[in-house]
C-alpha cells in the first residue's frame, strides 16, 4: 500500500493543482491512499479543498481529507497526525508532496521499485523543476542554487555516502524507516532535514533520482525568498546543535560518515559558508580598504567566486551571462543565512518561527504574462524598504568611493560599488515579481 500526504495550509491558489495530480498516479487504485492534511485557518479555503477531494472520490479514488484541532508543530505535526490514521498503518510506503508540487502519473512506478528491491533503503529523493523558472531574475537565480544544491549535495551525497537531507517533498519513504528513527518531530523549522539525519543514524539509506522530475513552483518575491531561506538555514544550524552529540555515538555509522555529516554536511555548508561569505566580501574586504596596513591579495579575494562560478557554469552553462548577477545575490543573502545561523544556534526567539512560502499557481506559469527581469514591487514606500540591505549598501558605497579617492596598494572600489549596487536593488525590492502577494 502507497500513501500520498498533501499537507496544506491555506494554499488557495495551488490546491487544485496537487491534489489532482496526486489523484492521477499510477498505481492499482485498491492499493493508494490520497491524504489531504489542512490546516488551513480560513473557512472558505477548507471548505474549497474538502470539496476538491470530494469531487475526486466520486470518481474513484481513495482520497482522504483530514483536518486536527490546533496547528502545533506545523507541518510536522500535520504529518504525525496523518500517520496516526488507522488506514495509515496499512501503508508501507509514504509519498509526500507540498501543496505547489505536481508529480507526474508515472512517479510511483519509477521511485517505489528502489524501495521494494532494496530492503535498506528509507528514501527515495525526486528532482524539482520549475513552472516559473523564466518568470523574473529572481527566480532565474534560484534555479541556478538549486541545480547546484541538487547537483552537489543531492547527488553527490548519493552516490558517495548514499546520505543526503530530505527535502520535504518529492520523495517517498519507508513507513518502517520513519517510525524506526522516532517519527516527525516539530523542534526545528526543518523536520525534514531532521527525520533524514535520525534515520541516517539507524542505518537506514537514501537514493536521489534525479531522473524524475516533480514540478514545483519558486518564491516569486525578495521577501519570500527570504524568509524561505532564513527558516531553512536557522533550522539547520539549530539542529546542528541539536544532533552532533547523536552523531559521535552511534554506532551503526561509519567514522568517514560522521565526519561527512558533521564537518561537511553540517559545519561548513550550514554554518562557515555563511558566516565567510559574508565576513570576508560584506565586512573584511570593505573596512580593508581604509586601513592602508592591511593587504589582502587579489587572488585570495577572487578565489571563491571564481571556484563557485566554474562548478555552477558546468551544470548551468545556458545561465553563464547571470552568473556575476548570481555572486552579487549570494553576497547579499549571506547577510540573512548568518543571521539565521547565529539564531539557530543560539536558540534566539525567531529560530522556530515558520512561515508558509505563498505560492502564485496558475498565474505564475501563464506563458503570456510577459515579466520583466527587474521588475518594482507594487507597494508602498515603506513596505517597500529593506533598511539592513540599504544600511549595507551605503556602507559599501562609502568604502568604495574612500578607495577610488585614495587607492591603496590594491583597490576593490570597483567590486564594492557592485556590491554596494546590489544591496541598494534588493533593498527597494526592485527584483522579482509582484504577482504574489505576501
Known sequence: MVMVQIPMYNELEVYKLSIGAACELNWPKERLIVQVLDDSTDPSIKNLVEKECESWASKGVNVKYATRVGHKGFKAGALKKGMEWDYAKQCEYIALFDADYQPEPD???????????????????????????????????????????????????????????????????????????????????????????????????????????????????????CRQQFWWACGSANLFRKMTWEVLVTKQVSPLKKFYMIYSFFLVRRVIAPTVAFLLYNIIIPVSVLIPEVFLPVWGVAYIPTALTVVTAIRNPENLHIMPLWILFESVMSMHRIKAAVAGLLELPEFNQWIV??????????????????????????????????????????????????????????????????????????????????
Not at 528502489?114 to 529523493?125: I, R, T
Not at 518502517?176 to 517519527?183: N, P, S, T, V
Not at 531532521?194 to 513552483?217: H, M, P, Q
Request: net charge positive.
Open 107 to 225: 512517479f510511483l512506478l519509477r521511485t517505489v521499485p528502489f524501495l521494494m528491491h532494496n530492503s535498506n533503503v528509507a528514501l527515495v529523493q525526486a528532482r524539482w523543476v520549475f513552472v516559473n523558472d523564466r518568470a523574473s531574475l529572481l527566480t532565474r537565480i534560484q534555479k541556478t542554487f538549486m541545480d547546484y544544491h541538487f547537483k552537489v549535495e543531492q547527488e553527490a551525497g548519493s552516490a558517495t555516502f548514499a546520505f543526503f537531507s530530505f527535502n520535504g517533498t518529492a520523495g517517498v519513504w519507508r513507513r518502517q524507516a520513519i517510525d524506526d528513527a522516532g517519527g516527525w518531530k516539530d523542534r526545528t523549522t526543518v523536520e525534514d532535514m531532521d527525520l533524514a539525519v535520525r534515520a541516517t543514524l539507524k542505518g537506514w539509506k537514501f537514493v536521489y533520482v534525479g531522473n524524475v522530475r516533480v514540478k514545483s513552483e519558486l518564491p516569486s518575491t525578495y521577501q519570500a525568498y
Open 357 to 438: 512560502t505563498q505560492k502564485v499557481g496558475n498565474n505564475g506559469a501563464d506563458q503570456n504574462c510577459e515579466v520583466p527581469l527587474l521588475q518594482k514591487a507594487r507597494k508602498g514606500l515603506r513596505n517597500r524598504v529593506n533598511v539592513p540591505e540599504i544600511g549595507f549598501s551605503l556602507f559599501l558605497f562609502t568604502c568604495a568611493s574612500y578607495n577610488l579617492v585614495f587607492p591603496g596598494e590594491t583597490s576593490y572600489f570597483i567590486n564594492l560599488y557592485l556590491q554596494g549596487l546590489a544591496f541598494f536593488l534588493l533593498g527597494l525590492n526592485f527584483i522579482g515579481t509582484s504577482c504574489c502577494c505576501l
